[in-house]
Protein backbone atom coordinates (compact mmCIF):
# COMPACT_ATOMS: atom_id res chain seq x y z
CA UNK A 1 0.00 0.00 0.00
CA UNK A 2 1.61 3.46 -0.72
CA UNK A 3 1.75 6.51 1.10
CA UNK A 4 -1.33 7.45 -0.42
CA UNK A 5 -3.66 4.59 0.77
CA UNK A 6 -2.53 4.55 4.09
CA UNK A 7 -5.18 2.63 6.90
CA UNK A 8 -5.90 5.83 8.31
CA UNK A 9 -7.65 7.02 5.41
CA UNK A 10 -11.49 6.74 5.75
CA UNK A 11 -12.98 4.03 3.54
CA UNK A 12 -14.67 5.65 0.96
CA UNK A 13 -11.23 7.61 0.24
CA UNK A 14 -9.43 4.03 0.31
CA UNK A 15 -12.25 2.48 -1.98
CA UNK A 16 -10.90 5.41 -4.76
CA UNK A 17 -7.31 5.29 -3.98
CA UNK A 18 -6.65 1.63 -3.29
CA UNK A 19 -5.14 0.29 -6.35
CA UNK A 20 -2.46 -2.27 -8.39
CA UNK A 21 1.25 -1.59 -8.17
CA UNK A 22 1.76 0.99 -11.01
CA UNK A 23 3.86 -0.47 -14.01
CA UNK A 24 6.26 1.08 -15.75
CA UNK A 25 3.64 3.43 -17.72
CA UNK A 26 2.70 5.15 -14.69
CA UNK A 27 -1.16 4.78 -15.18
CA UNK A 28 -3.51 7.20 -12.75
CA UNK A 29 -6.51 4.59 -13.09
CA UNK A 30 -5.44 0.75 -12.30
CA UNK A 31 -5.03 -1.32 -15.47
CA UNK A 32 -7.23 -4.50 -16.49
CA UNK A 33 -4.76 -7.46 -16.28
CA UNK A 34 -6.54 -9.25 -18.82
CA UNK A 35 -4.23 -13.15 -18.34
CA UNK A 36 -5.06 -16.28 -17.32
CA UNK A 37 -1.49 -16.99 -16.20
CA UNK A 38 2.02 -15.28 -15.31
CA UNK A 39 5.70 -16.19 -15.69
CA UNK A 40 8.66 -15.85 -13.97
CA UNK A 41 12.46 -15.41 -14.08
CA UNK A 42 13.67 -18.58 -13.10
CA UNK A 43 12.58 -22.08 -11.89
CA UNK A 44 13.39 -20.96 -8.26
CA UNK A 45 11.26 -18.15 -8.63
CA UNK A 46 8.29 -20.24 -9.99
CA UNK A 47 8.86 -23.24 -7.24
CA UNK A 48 8.75 -20.74 -4.57
CA UNK A 49 5.45 -19.48 -6.15
CA UNK A 50 3.89 -22.73 -6.20
CA UNK A 51 5.25 -23.54 -2.77
CA UNK A 52 3.40 -20.55 -1.17
CA UNK A 53 6.67 -19.03 -0.16
CA UNK A 54 6.45 -15.95 -2.13
CA UNK A 55 3.30 -13.70 -3.16
CA UNK A 56 4.12 -14.05 -6.85
CA UNK A 57 0.91 -14.17 -9.20
CA UNK A 58 0.25 -18.28 -11.20
CA UNK A 59 -3.39 -18.30 -12.53
CA UNK A 60 -5.85 -15.90 -12.72
CA UNK A 61 -8.03 -18.98 -11.11
CA UNK A 62 -6.00 -18.26 -8.04
CA UNK A 63 -5.76 -14.76 -7.59
CA UNK A 64 -5.00 -11.81 -10.41
CA UNK A 65 -3.48 -8.04 -9.73
CA UNK A 66 -6.98 -6.76 -10.87
CA UNK A 67 -9.26 -9.17 -8.71
CA UNK A 68 -6.79 -8.14 -5.93
CA UNK A 69 -7.42 -4.57 -6.31
CA UNK A 70 -11.66 -5.17 -5.88
CA UNK A 71 -11.00 -7.16 -2.70
CA UNK A 72 -8.77 -5.17 -1.39
CA UNK A 73 -11.29 -1.99 -1.71
CA UNK A 74 -13.64 -4.08 -0.61
CA UNK A 75 -11.83 -5.17 2.88
CA UNK A 76 -10.93 -1.32 3.52
CA UNK A 77 -15.03 -0.72 3.18
CA UNK A 78 -16.07 -3.89 5.46
CA UNK A 79 -13.22 -3.55 7.77
CA UNK A 80 -12.06 -7.08 6.85
CA UNK A 81 -9.10 -8.71 7.26
CA UNK A 82 -9.16 -10.64 4.35
CA UNK A 83 -11.41 -11.41 1.00
CA UNK A 84 -11.96 -13.77 -1.98
CA UNK A 85 -13.89 -12.68 -4.99
CA UNK A 86 -16.07 -14.90 -6.58
CA UNK A 87 -18.01 -14.75 -10.78
CA UNK A 88 -21.21 -14.54 -8.96
CA UNK A 89 -23.25 -13.47 -5.44
CA UNK A 90 -24.08 -17.04 -5.52
CA UNK A 91 -20.90 -18.16 -6.35
CA UNK A 92 -19.78 -16.47 -2.71
CA UNK A 93 -22.50 -17.43 -0.62
CA UNK A 94 -21.93 -21.38 -2.09
CA UNK A 95 -18.19 -21.20 -1.26
CA UNK A 96 -19.15 -19.60 2.31
CA UNK A 97 -21.51 -22.68 3.11
CA UNK A 98 -18.81 -25.37 1.69
CA UNK A 99 -15.53 -24.24 2.88
CA UNK A 100 -16.97 -25.30 6.11
CA UNK A 101 -20.09 -28.03 6.28
CA UNK A 102 -19.45 -31.36 5.62
CA UNK A 103 -21.73 -34.42 6.18
CA UNK A 104 -22.91 -34.35 9.47
CA UNK A 105 -22.93 -30.60 10.20
CA UNK A 106 -25.89 -28.18 10.32
CA UNK A 107 -26.53 -24.89 8.84
CA UNK A 108 -29.06 -22.89 10.81
CA UNK A 109 -30.72 -20.45 8.84
CA UNK A 110 -32.98 -17.43 8.28
CA UNK A 111 -36.09 -18.11 6.06
CA UNK A 112 -36.01 -14.81 4.66
CA UNK A 113 -33.64 -15.42 1.86
CA UNK A 114 -32.68 -14.85 -1.61
CA UNK A 115 -34.67 -18.24 -3.42
CA UNK A 116 -31.38 -19.45 -4.75
CA UNK A 117 -29.44 -19.38 -1.50
CA UNK A 118 -32.80 -21.24 -0.22
CA UNK A 119 -32.39 -23.98 -3.48
CA UNK A 120 -28.81 -24.59 -2.41
CA UNK A 121 -29.78 -24.66 1.47
CA UNK A 122 -33.22 -27.34 0.59
CA UNK A 123 -31.81 -28.89 -2.74
CA UNK A 124 -28.26 -29.15 -2.69
CA UNK A 125 -27.02 -29.20 1.24
CA UNK A 126 -28.98 -32.53 2.20
CA UNK A 127 -27.56 -34.41 -0.46
CA UNK A 128 -23.84 -34.17 1.15
CA UNK A 129 -25.44 -35.00 4.04
CA UNK A 130 -26.07 -31.14 5.61
CA UNK A 131 -28.68 -30.60 7.82
CA UNK A 132 -30.55 -27.55 7.77
CA UNK A 133 -32.89 -25.44 10.31
CA UNK A 134 -34.83 -21.73 9.68
CA UNK A 135 -35.63 -19.63 11.88
CA UNK A 136 -37.91 -16.39 11.47
CA UNK A 137 -36.09 -13.53 11.38
CA UNK A 138 -38.81 -11.84 13.22
CA UNK A 139 -38.50 -13.82 15.99
CA UNK A 140 -34.96 -13.44 17.16
CA UNK A 141 -35.57 -14.90 20.38
CA UNK A 142 -36.21 -18.32 18.79
CA UNK A 143 -32.77 -18.37 17.65
CA UNK A 144 -30.70 -19.71 20.37
CA UNK A 145 -33.35 -22.72 21.02
CA UNK A 146 -32.18 -24.16 17.73
CA UNK A 147 -28.49 -24.31 18.07
CA UNK A 148 -27.31 -28.03 17.98
CA UNK A 149 -24.15 -29.67 19.02
CA UNK A 150 -23.24 -30.35 15.14
CA UNK A 151 -24.11 -26.55 14.11
CA UNK A 152 -21.60 -24.91 12.55
CA UNK A 153 -22.79 -22.03 10.95
CA UNK A 154 -25.52 -19.55 11.16
CA UNK A 155 -26.76 -17.49 7.98
CA UNK A 156 -28.69 -14.65 7.68
CA UNK A 157 -29.71 -11.61 5.29
CA UNK A 158 -30.45 -8.56 6.67
CA UNK A 159 -32.20 -6.27 5.58
CA UNK A 160 -33.66 -9.34 3.59
CA UNK A 161 -34.66 -10.35 0.60
CA UNK A 162 -37.25 -9.19 -1.02
CA UNK A 163 -39.14 -8.35 2.68
CA UNK A 164 -36.74 -6.07 4.20
CA UNK A 165 -36.46 -7.62 7.46
CA UNK A 166 -33.68 -6.62 9.84
CA UNK A 167 -32.43 -8.20 12.85
CA UNK A 168 -29.56 -6.94 15.68
CA UNK A 169 -26.70 -8.24 14.56
CA UNK A 170 -24.70 -7.80 17.35
CA UNK A 171 -26.95 -9.61 19.21
CA UNK A 172 -26.92 -12.29 16.73
CA UNK A 173 -23.07 -12.36 17.12
CA UNK A 174 -22.94 -12.74 20.64
CA UNK A 175 -25.10 -16.23 20.48
CA UNK A 176 -22.76 -17.28 17.63
CA UNK A 177 -19.65 -16.81 19.94
CA UNK A 178 -21.40 -18.13 22.91
CA UNK A 179 -21.84 -21.57 21.13
CA UNK A 180 -18.60 -21.02 18.96
CA UNK A 181 -21.07 -20.74 15.67
CA UNK A 182 -19.45 -18.88 12.89
CA UNK A 183 -21.85 -16.02 11.75
CA UNK A 184 -22.50 -15.61 7.90
CA UNK A 185 -24.22 -12.20 7.00
CA UNK A 186 -25.26 -11.91 3.56
CA UNK A 187 -25.14 -7.62 3.35
CA UNK A 188 -26.15 -7.31 -0.30
CA UNK A 189 -28.94 -4.94 0.25
CA UNK A 190 -27.28 -3.00 2.60
CA UNK A 191 -23.41 -2.51 1.18
CA UNK A 192 -20.77 -1.92 3.10
CA UNK A 193 -21.73 1.76 2.99
CA UNK A 194 -24.58 1.76 4.84
CA UNK A 195 -24.03 -1.14 7.24
CA UNK A 196 -20.78 -2.79 8.61
CA UNK A 197 -21.15 -6.05 9.82
CA UNK A 198 -17.78 -7.02 10.95
CA UNK A 199 -17.69 -4.35 13.32
CA UNK A 200 -21.15 -5.87 15.21
CA UNK A 201 -19.24 -8.94 15.57
CA UNK A 202 -19.85 -11.12 12.62
CA UNK A 203 -17.18 -13.36 11.50
CA UNK A 204 -18.04 -13.45 7.53
CA UNK A 205 -19.95 -10.99 5.48
CA UNK A 206 -20.89 -12.04 1.55
CA UNK A 207 -21.77 -10.00 -1.29
CA UNK A 208 -23.49 -10.27 -4.74
CA UNK A 209 -21.36 -7.50 -6.35
CA UNK A 210 -23.51 -7.41 -9.50
CA UNK A 211 -26.27 -5.30 -7.51
CA UNK A 212 -25.31 -1.99 -5.83
CA UNK A 213 -21.67 -2.39 -5.70
CA UNK A 214 -21.68 -2.61 -9.92
CA UNK A 215 -24.69 -0.43 -9.67
CA UNK A 216 -25.15 0.06 -13.52
CA UNK A 217 -26.55 -3.29 -14.54
CA UNK A 218 -23.26 -4.38 -16.01
CA UNK A 219 -21.37 -6.92 -14.64
CA UNK A 220 -21.83 -10.36 -12.25
CA UNK A 221 -19.55 -10.49 -9.14
CA UNK A 222 -19.49 -11.74 -5.76
CA UNK A 223 -17.17 -11.47 -2.74
CA UNK A 224 -16.48 -12.76 0.87
CA UNK A 225 -14.77 -10.88 3.54
CA UNK A 226 -13.71 -11.43 7.05
CA UNK A 227 -11.28 -12.59 9.81
CA UNK A 228 -8.08 -14.05 7.65
CA UNK A 229 -8.51 -18.32 8.77
CA UNK A 230 -11.75 -18.17 7.24
CA UNK A 231 -11.39 -16.57 4.38
CA UNK A 232 -8.47 -19.01 4.24
CA UNK A 233 -10.72 -21.55 3.87
CA UNK A 234 -12.88 -20.42 1.11
CA UNK A 235 -9.89 -19.15 -0.62
CA UNK A 236 -9.06 -23.04 -0.59
CA UNK A 237 -12.11 -24.12 -1.39
CA UNK A 238 -12.78 -21.58 -4.66
CA UNK A 239 -9.34 -22.46 -5.99
CA UNK A 240 -9.76 -25.89 -6.05
CA UNK A 241 -13.27 -25.58 -7.50
CA UNK A 242 -13.23 -23.16 -9.67
CA UNK A 243 -15.94 -19.83 -9.04
CA UNK A 244 -13.28 -17.04 -9.45
CA UNK A 245 -14.14 -13.52 -10.75
CA UNK A 246 -13.03 -12.64 -14.17
CA UNK A 247 -10.51 -9.84 -14.39
CA UNK A 248 -12.34 -7.65 -16.29
CA UNK A 249 -15.33 -7.84 -14.25
CA UNK A 250 -12.95 -7.03 -11.35
CA UNK A 251 -11.78 -3.83 -13.22
CA UNK A 252 -15.25 -2.82 -13.64
CA UNK A 253 -16.10 -3.15 -10.12
CA UNK A 254 -13.01 -1.39 -8.80
CA UNK A 255 -14.26 1.75 -10.62
CA UNK A 256 -17.81 1.14 -9.38
CA UNK A 257 -16.65 0.95 -5.92
CA UNK A 258 -15.62 4.37 -6.79
CA UNK A 259 -18.66 6.27 -6.88
CA UNK A 260 -20.81 3.33 -3.92
CA UNK A 261 -20.73 5.74 -1.38
CA UNK A 262 -22.36 8.56 -3.63
CA UNK A 263 -24.64 6.90 -5.50
CA UNK A 264 -26.03 5.00 -1.95
CA UNK A 265 -26.63 8.40 -0.59
CA UNK A 266 -28.88 9.03 -3.37
CA UNK A 267 -30.14 5.92 -3.85
CA UNK A 268 -31.34 5.97 0.19
CA UNK A 269 -32.17 9.39 0.21
CA UNK A 270 -34.69 8.51 -2.80
CA UNK A 271 -36.05 5.63 -1.35
CA UNK A 272 -37.00 7.07 2.06
CA UNK A 273 -38.83 10.16 0.16
CA UNK A 274 -40.71 7.57 -2.05
CA UNK A 275 -41.86 5.29 0.81
CA UNK A 276 -43.06 7.79 2.85
CA UNK A 277 -45.17 9.68 0.03
CA UNK A 278 -46.73 5.54 -1.05
CA UNK A 279 -47.52 5.39 2.47
CA UNK A 280 -50.05 7.86 1.77
CA UNK A 281 -51.49 6.03 -1.33
CA UNK A 282 -55.15 4.80 -1.11
CA UNK A 283 -54.24 1.35 -3.91
CA UNK A 284 -51.57 -0.13 -1.63
CA UNK A 285 -51.73 -2.65 1.92
CA UNK A 286 -48.90 -1.25 3.16
CA UNK A 287 -45.61 -0.04 2.41
CA UNK A 288 -42.44 -1.60 4.09
CA UNK A 289 -38.51 0.46 4.14
CA UNK A 290 -36.20 -0.19 6.78
CA UNK A 291 -36.11 3.62 7.84
CA UNK A 292 -39.79 4.16 7.51
CA UNK A 293 -41.47 4.52 11.31
CA UNK A 294 -44.17 1.55 10.55
CA UNK A 295 -41.37 -0.74 10.19
CA UNK A 296 -41.54 -3.68 12.90
CA UNK A 297 -37.46 -3.23 13.23
CA UNK A 298 -37.42 0.59 13.20
CA UNK A 299 -35.21 1.06 15.96
CA UNK A 300 -32.63 -1.71 15.22
CA UNK A 301 -32.61 -0.28 11.59
CA UNK A 302 -31.36 2.83 12.83
CA UNK A 303 -29.00 1.27 15.23
CA UNK A 304 -26.90 -0.48 13.35
CA UNK A 305 -27.88 1.35 9.60
CA UNK A 306 -26.62 4.51 8.66
CA UNK A 307 -29.45 4.91 6.19
CA UNK A 308 -32.60 2.23 4.80
CA UNK A 309 -31.01 1.18 1.36
CA UNK A 310 -32.20 1.55 -1.75
CA UNK A 311 -35.46 -1.11 -1.90
CA UNK A 312 -39.11 -0.07 -1.29
CA UNK A 313 -41.86 -2.97 -1.03
CA UNK A 314 -45.47 -2.39 -1.09
CA UNK A 315 -48.74 -4.58 -1.05
CA UNK A 316 -51.19 -3.81 -3.79
CA UNK A 317 -54.56 -3.79 -2.94
CA UNK A 318 -56.02 -6.61 -5.15
CA UNK A 319 -53.39 -9.12 -4.98
CA UNK A 320 -51.71 -11.45 -7.61
CA UNK A 321 -53.91 -10.45 -10.77
CA UNK A 322 -53.64 -6.60 -9.91
CA UNK A 323 -50.05 -7.18 -9.26
CA UNK A 324 -49.61 -8.00 -12.89
CA UNK A 325 -51.20 -5.20 -14.45
CA UNK A 326 -49.70 -2.57 -12.32
CA UNK A 327 -46.45 -4.33 -13.25
CA UNK A 328 -47.71 -3.46 -17.67
CA UNK A 329 -48.85 0.32 -16.72
CA UNK A 330 -45.40 1.00 -15.66
CA UNK A 331 -43.70 3.47 -18.19
CA UNK A 332 -40.13 4.44 -16.74
CA UNK A 333 -39.65 1.42 -14.81
CA UNK A 334 -37.59 -1.35 -15.76
CA UNK A 335 -39.29 -5.48 -15.39
CA UNK A 336 -36.03 -6.89 -15.15
CA UNK A 337 -34.59 -9.58 -12.29
CA UNK A 338 -31.88 -7.34 -11.41
CA UNK A 339 -31.73 -4.52 -8.57
CA UNK A 340 -29.31 -2.48 -7.20
CA UNK A 341 -28.86 -0.14 -10.90
CA UNK A 342 -29.00 3.49 -11.93
CA UNK A 343 -32.33 2.89 -13.12
CA UNK A 344 -35.46 1.92 -10.97
CA UNK A 345 -36.70 -1.17 -11.13
CA UNK A 346 -39.83 -3.17 -10.28
CA UNK A 347 -40.34 -7.02 -9.82
CA UNK A 348 -43.11 -9.66 -8.45
CA UNK A 349 -40.71 -11.64 -6.52
CA UNK A 350 -43.96 -14.42 -6.31
CA UNK A 351 -43.70 -15.13 -9.55
CA UNK A 352 -39.80 -14.18 -10.40
CA UNK A 353 -36.60 -14.69 -7.66
CA UNK A 354 -38.85 -16.53 -5.29
CA UNK A 355 -41.13 -18.47 -7.18
CA UNK A 356 -39.48 -22.31 -6.59
CA UNK A 357 -40.73 -21.73 -2.84
CA UNK A 358 -44.36 -22.77 -2.65
CA UNK A 359 -47.12 -20.40 -1.61
CA UNK A 360 -47.04 -21.80 2.15
CA UNK A 361 -43.17 -20.93 2.44
CA UNK A 362 -43.35 -17.33 0.61
CA UNK A 363 -46.17 -16.27 2.72
CA UNK A 364 -44.60 -17.72 5.51
CA UNK A 365 -41.12 -15.09 4.99
CA UNK A 366 -43.97 -12.83 4.34
CA UNK A 367 -43.97 -12.54 0.21
CA UNK A 368 -47.85 -11.99 -0.15
CA UNK A 369 -49.38 -12.83 -4.04
CA UNK A 370 -49.12 -8.48 -4.07
CA UNK A 371 -46.02 -7.95 -3.06
CA UNK A 372 -44.01 -5.33 -5.02
CA UNK A 373 -40.17 -4.76 -5.11
CA UNK A 374 -38.94 -1.59 -5.72
CA UNK A 375 -35.15 -0.86 -6.50
CA UNK A 376 -35.12 2.47 -6.54
CA UNK A 377 -32.71 3.77 -9.25
CA UNK A 378 -31.43 7.55 -9.59
CA UNK A 379 -33.51 9.07 -11.62
CA UNK A 380 -34.92 12.47 -10.49
CA UNK A 381 -37.08 11.26 -7.66
CA UNK A 382 -40.50 12.73 -9.04
CA UNK A 383 -40.49 10.86 -12.26
CA UNK A 384 -40.38 7.58 -10.44
CA UNK A 385 -43.01 8.52 -7.80
CA UNK A 386 -45.30 9.83 -10.80
CA UNK A 387 -44.48 6.73 -12.75
CA UNK A 388 -45.38 4.26 -9.90
CA UNK A 389 -48.68 6.72 -9.13
CA UNK A 390 -50.46 6.51 -12.37
CA UNK A 391 -49.69 2.39 -12.76
CA UNK A 392 -51.25 2.03 -10.01
CA UNK A 393 -54.54 4.32 -11.00
CA UNK A 394 -54.29 2.39 -14.58
CA UNK A 395 -54.37 -1.00 -12.82
CA UNK A 396 -57.56 -0.27 -10.61
Given at each position: MSKKNKPTYHPETQAIRIQSERTSHKEHSGPLYLTSSFTYDNAEHMRAAFADENDAYIYTRFSNPSVEEFINRMCALEGAEAGF?????????FGSF?????????????????????TVITKFLPKWG????????????????????????????????????????????????????????DNCFATPVLQKPIALGVDLVTHSATKWIDGQGRVLGGVVVGRKELVDEVYAFCRSTGPAMSPFNAWVLSRSLETL?????????SALALATALEKNPHLEWVKYPFLPSH????????????GGGIVCFEIKGGLERGGRFLDKLELLSLTANLGDSRSIASHPASTTHAKLSEAERLKVG??????????????????????????????
Open positions: ATASGMSAVMAFLKTGDHLLSSSSIFGSTHIEHTYFDITQPETIEALIKPNTKMIFVETPSNPGLDVIDLEALAKIAKKHKVILNVHVRMARHAEPQYAIAKKQMSAITPGLIRISVGLEHLGDILQDIEQALEASK
